[in-house]
């Protein structure tokens, strides 16, 4: 198995004031999966995504993946866990605002062992004429284009996505979502969506439905559909 998530628990707090996020999570994820992660607010759906990225520790349980478990690593060994499997988009694009956008894919470029062609990859997001420019001479969507091509820029063997289309209208939305796509199905990333509209999870492979830090549902789409077919 590609990614297996065995037993993990996150508590905050102590006392009267602990509170349970995650209550023993138990998942399998194949390479090459577009896995989304649904559930409202407080779910530990957030949790789950930043302790498979190594970001956050569980209390209990493991990640491992290809058998390397994250728990039996040093710090220096979760970096460079972290810089040659994975890939981060977030809601907020995090992009430096004095480096041009070819520059902001490249920092993702200096992670990796096995980088992408950076040009290729302004290529495929629609950057490439942009690429001289600077973050704030740009839409919302074309910034977080550019926060994907940082990401996937790196070659990662997984891309976690933290709402990556929560602050975007709904035409460029679908524009990303169609993107991810696309990079799932050209470069084989393994896929982990993290979102509250329950209308992405018609395009993964796999959904997982949290609440109250547990699996409630957790399926393979038989009837899937393209990022373009979506609506909400």
Same mark, same amino acid.
């Given at each position: 198995?590609?990614?297996?998530?065995?037993?993990?628990?996150?508590?905050?707090?102590?006392?009267?004031?602990?509170?349970?996020?995650?209550?023993?999570?138990?998942?399998?994820?194949?390479?090459?999966? $577009? /896995? @989304?992660?649904?559930? &409202?607010?407080? =779910?530990?759906?957030?949790?789950?995504? +930043?302790?498979?990225?190594?970001?956050? =520790?569980?209390?209990?349980?493991?990640? #491992?993946?290809?058998?390397?478990?994250?728990?039996?690593?040093?710090?220096?060994?979760?970096?460079?866990?972290?810089?040659?499997?994975?890939?981060?988009?977030?809601?907020?694009?995090?992009? $430096?605002? +004095?480096? +041009? $956008?070819?520059?902001? @894919?490249?920092?993702?470029?200096?992670? =990796?062992?096995?980088?992408?062609?950076?040009?290729? $990859?302004?290529?495929?997001?629609?950057?490439?004429?942009?690429?001289?420019?600077?973050?704030?001479?740009? =839409?919302?969507?074309?910034?977080?284009?550019?926060?994907?091509?940082?990401?996937? @820029?790196?070659? &990662?063997?997984?891309?976690? /996505?933290?709402?990556?289309?929560?602050?975007?209208?709904? +035409?460029?939305?679908?524009?990303?979502?169609?993107?991810?796509?696309?990079?799932? #199905?050209?470069?084989?990333?393994?896929?982990?969506?993290?979102?509250?509209?329950? #209308?992405?999870?018609?395009? #993964?492979?796999? @959904?997982?439905?949290?609440?109250?830090?547990?699996?409630?549902?957790?399926?393979?789409?038989?009837?899937?559909?393209?990022?373009?077919?979506?609506?909400?």
């Amino acid at each position: 198995m590609f990614l297996e998530i065995h037993n993990i628990r996150k508590s905050y707090g102590e006392g009267e004031s602990k509170v349970e996020v995650l209550r023993g999570i138990d998942l399998e994820i194949e390479k090459g999966e $577009i /896995c @989304v992660l649904l559930g &409202p607010s407080g =779910s530990g759906k957030s949790t789950l995504l +930043n302790i498979i990225g190594g970001i956050d =520790s569980a209390d209990d349980g493991y990640i #491992a993946i290809n058998g390397e478990k994250t728990a039996d690593m040093s710090d220096r060994a979760l970096t460079r866990y972290r810089r040659r499997h994975l890939g981060y988009i977030f809601q907020m694009y995090n992009l $430096i605002p +004095n480096l +041009n $956008i070819k520059e902001n @894919v490249e920092v993702g470029a200096y992670l =990796s062992e096995h980088p992408l062609q950076t040009d290729d $990859i302004l290529k495929t997001l629609g950057l490439y004429e942009h690429r001289h420019k600077l973050p704030n001479q740009l =839409s919302g969507g074309q910034q977080q284009r550019t926060a994907i091509g940082r990401a996937i @820029v790196k070659n &990662p063997d997984i891309l976690l /996505c933290d709402e990556p289309t929560g602050a975007l209208d709904y +035409n460029t939305s679908k524009e990303i979502l169609r993107l991810i796509e696309e990079v799932n #199905a050209k470069y084989g990333s393994t896929v982990i969506m993290v979102t509250h509209n329950s #209308a992405l999870a018609d395009m #993964a492979d796999r @959904v997982i439905k949290l609440r109250d830090g547990q699996i409630r549902k957790n399926y393979r789409n038989e009837t899937k559909k393209s990022a373009a077919e979506l609506d909400w």
